[in-house]
């Protein structure tokens, strides 16, 4: 929705400040020049791509009309559902978490947070890492650097759409320099024209020089950037879930476990200590 109203804003800030200066909106409109600038950055897209990329990147493109599902309320659900698994864990041992990792949907406990249980890169995440701790057969050190292996791998893979959307919103100045040059090329081809006419096609031309980098910093620029947010919330989840079960690992009681983990949050999502406390009491008691 964001995305939709600063589309808006640029829009009317930029057309409307033109009007408002006498300026002719219809001398804008030039639906050629759009033409070679949006052919030519989809075509140099193709070029410059793989097609992992450009899969990852057409996928990424309606989250971003998407609100973040990363709220308090997720975070919560999250270190609840982490509590219960190490408390499990610390009075009946590794081994009574076992059916619960293999049949998430089916778990007593997992099926109380349904906004967790709705992010299957999350319950992935907890559920490979505990299947390690079950097996006993490595420390702390060694899960740790897996973990971060495997973030930094996540976070790899997130970071293509946004190099491409960005590579792409530089390129399109470029593109729209084109469109000016074949239009002044077509403006000096019918310097035998009258004035009038004359004006007009080098209006035209300069239109794709307009166009270019309106589209590239009002339009495609913007949206990387927008991209790389939502990498780095969507990265934040996996780093709670590891501190947490790194907390446990070393001895921590699950209260201070989950401590660790709260820690780690962002702080426009991180509940209180009272707020947390008082949320697992209340999930304990259903």
């Known amino acids: 929705m964001l995305v939709i109203l600063g589309y808006v804003v640029v829009l009317g800030s930029v057309f409307g400040g033109f009007a408002l200066d006498g300026g002719h909106l219809a001398a804008l409109w030039q639906p050629v020049e759009l033409l070679m600038i949006g052919g030519a950055a989809a075509g140099a897209f193709l070029v410059g791509n793989d097609g992992k990329a450009i899969r990852a990147t057409l996928k990424s493109l309606p989250t971003l009309l998407q609100g973040s599902k990363y709220s308090k309320a997720l975070y919560m659900e999250l270190l ?8 499990k864990v610390r009075k009946e041992g590794l081994m ?23 992010d299957h890169h999350a319950v992935e995440f907890i559920c490979d ?17 897996l973990m971060d292996n495997e973030i930094d791998t996540h976070h790899a893979e997130g970071h293509t759409p946004v190099h491409v959307i960005a590579k792409l919103g530089d390129g399109m100045p470029a593109f729209g320099i084109v469109a000016a040059v074949m239009g002044v090329v077509h403006t000096m081809n019918s310097v035998g024209i009258p004035p009038a006419e004359l004006g007009k096609l080098i ?12 589209l590239a910093y009002g339009f495609v620029g913007p949206l990387s950037s927008l991209l790389e947010h939502k990498l780095h919330e969507s990265s934040k989840i996996f780093q709670t879930i590891k501190v947490t079960l790194l907390a446990s690992l070393n001895g921590y009681a699950p209260a201070l476990a989950v401590e660790f983990g709260r820690k780690v949050l962002f702080s426009t999502e991180r509940p209180t200590f009272s707020e947390l406390e008082e949320y697992i009491k209340e999930a304990k008691s259903k």
Do not use: C, H, W
């Open 129 to 145: 890492y505990l299947r390690l701790m079950v097996s006993g057969n490595m420390d702390a050190f060694q899960i740790e650097n």
């Open 203 to 214: 209006a035209a031309a300069l239109v794709g020089t307009f166009l270019g980098i309106l």
């Open 80 to 87: 609840a559902l982490l509590f219960d698994i190490l408390t």
């Open 96 to 118: 009574s978490i076992e059916a619960d990792i293999e049949e998430t949907d089916k778990s007593t406990i997992f099926t109380k947070y349904p906004l967790v249980l709705a």
